[in-house]
């Protein structure tokens, strides 16, 4: 009896949990639909009533950054950087 009540417990449960994930999978495919953003914004940005927003300070010390990343991924190799061990570990 008391394996029957388990059972039906755990039947309850997947039931349950379909629908949460149904309801959110509708959810987000409105949102997409709205042309509204999902997920987490970028970093010097955020969401105002489902529409990304800049936020002028944060959003050009992003730019910054970037700009620095690509110029230091343009400079040569060094034998013993962490970008040069990784191109050799991606070689095998």
């Given at each position: ?12 449960a ?8 149904d ?5 987000i495919?409105k ?32 730019q ?10 343009k400079?040569?190799?060094q ?11 991606n070689?095998?």
């Open positions: 009896m008391a394996d029957m009540m388990l059972n039906l417990m755990i039947v309850f997947d039931a349950e949990q379909q629908m949460i994930v309801r959110v999978q509708q959810s495919d949102a997409i639909d709205e042309s509204k953003r999902v997920g987490c914004p970028p970093y010097g940005c955020t969401v105002e009533d489902g529409f990304m927003q800049q936020i002028p300070s944060e959003y050009t010390r992003a910054r950054f970037i700009r620095e990343v690509k110029k230091a991924m400079r040569p190799l034998p013993n950087s962490s970008r040069y061990l990784i191109q050799v570990y070689q095998y």
